[in-house]
């Protein structure tokens, strides 16, 4: 038949997983609807169908098969990051959020002379061992003491224990610069507290924030995000400004 839908091909696991594979709106597949006639389709196309089933032309969508919901959601899909290394195995219903979190993600080396490409953890690595003079290196929960030039676009930060990435951003405005801390992380992991206090003579702005996670950082065109705003005179007659920088170890 030319109707297609995941629910006839529910019990070959491969068809399914290509499918799944294939096809992202499937993830949003949370319900399984029945008609009179015991016919099975998912509540998208029953949409599409406009609550007429395709087999027996029976009003469909009223009725939840419950069973099949739970096969569904007992057949174990494999990360769409298998090839590049990722061993997880989920449900199709978590597929999604794991595949915003997983580590085996791609991103980019954030240094815009390379051309690295890998996942995030051999990003932490990539970094230590290639640019490692490129980094401040820094610890959790412990201030860091460091000196932003007007010239600095940028520092690279990087955790001393784990290897996490993050990259202070210095932006020109028309009155002074914003700074803000970015971390080079996947899309889920999200909200690592820091502060940052800026200091010149007597005088300090304190800042506290969440970082964004980054997975391609585009130096040309940083994130939009809340960062402290540093009117120009407050950097030193050399064109410099006292950092301490405090990022907070993130809740695993
Ligand atoms: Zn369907
Ligand atoms: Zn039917
Ligand atoms: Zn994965
Ligand atoms: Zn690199």
Same mark, same amino acid.
């Given at each position: 038949?030319?109707?297609f @839908?995941? $629910?006839?091909f529910?019990? =070959?696991?491969? &068809?399914?997983?290509?499918?799944?594979?294939?096809s992202? !709106?499937?993830?949003?597949?949370?319900?399984v609807?029945?008609?009179?006639?015991?016919?099975?389709?998912c509540?998208?196309?029953?949409i599409?169908?406009?609550?007429k089933?395709?087999?027996?032309?029976?009003?469909?969508?009223?009725?939840r098969?419950?069973?099949?919901?739970?096969?569904l959601?007992?057949?174990?899909?494999?990360c769409e990051?298998?090839?590049?290394?990722c061993?997880?195995?989920?449900?199709?219903?978590?597929?999604?959020d794991?595949?915003k979190?997983?580590?085996?993600?791609? @991103?980019? $080396?954030?240094?815009a002379? =390379?051309?690295f &490409?890998g996942?995030?953890?051999?990003?932490?690595?990539? !970094?230590r061992?290639?640019?490692?003079h490129?980094?401040e290196?820094?610890?959790?929960?412990?201030?860091?003491r460091?000196?932003l030039?007007?010239h600095?676009?940028?520092?690279?930060?990087?955790?001393e224990?784990?290897?996490?990435?993050?990259?202070?951003?210095n932006?020109?405005?028309?009155?002074?610069?914003?700074?803000?801390?970015?971390?080079?992380?996947?899309?889920?992991?999200?909200?690592?507290?820091y502060?940052?206090?800026?200091?010149s003579?007597?005088?300090?702005?304190?800042?506290?924030?969440?970082?964004?996670?980054i997975q391609?950082?585009d130096?040309?065109?940083?994130?939009s995000?809340?960062?402290?705003l540093?009117?120009s005179?407050f950097f030193?007659?050399?064109?410099?400004?006292?950092?301490?920088?405090?990022?907070?170890?993130?809740?695993?």
């Amino acid at each position: 038949s030319a109707f297609f @839908c995941v $629910c006839h091909f529910v019990l =070959c696991t491969t &068809v399914l997983h290509c499918f799944i594979s294939f096809s992202s !709106f499937i993830f949003t597949l949370l319900s399984v609807a029945e008609c009179g006639n015991g016919h099975i389709v998912c509540n998208r196309c029953c949409i599409e169908l406009m609550n007429k089933c395709p087999s027996c032309r029976l009003p469909i969508g009223h009725s939840r098969s419950i069973a099949m919901e739970k096969v569904l959601e007992s057949i174990q899909v494999t990360c769409e990051n298998e090839d590049h290394g990722c061993k997880e195995k989920m449900s199709y219903s978590k597929k999604y959020d794991h595949g915003k979190a997983c580590h085996h993600a791609r @991103c980019s $080396c954030p240094l815009a002379a =390379c051309n690295f &490409v890998g996942s995030f953890n051999q990003i932490y690595q990539h !970094f230590r061992g290639v640019h490692k003079h490129a980094a401040e290196e820094f610890v959790y929960d412990k201030v860091l003491r460091i000196t932003l030039s007007v010239h600095h676009d940028l520092i690279f930060l990087q955790e001393e224990k784990n290897g996490d990435l993050f990259i202070l951003n210095n932006s020109t405005e028309p009155h002074g610069y914003r700074i803000s801390v970015n971390c080079i992380a996947p899309p889920c992991k999200g909200g690592i507290v820091y502060s940052i206090v800026a200091k010149s003579g007597g005088a300090a702005y304190k800042f506290n924030s969440c970082t964004k996670s980054i997975q391609n950082w585009d130096e040309n065109n940083p994130p939009s995000v809340a960062s402290l705003l540093v009117p120009s005179d407050f950097f030193g007659s050399y064109g410099q400004l006292n950092l301490e920088v405090r990022i907070q170890h993130p809740k695993k």
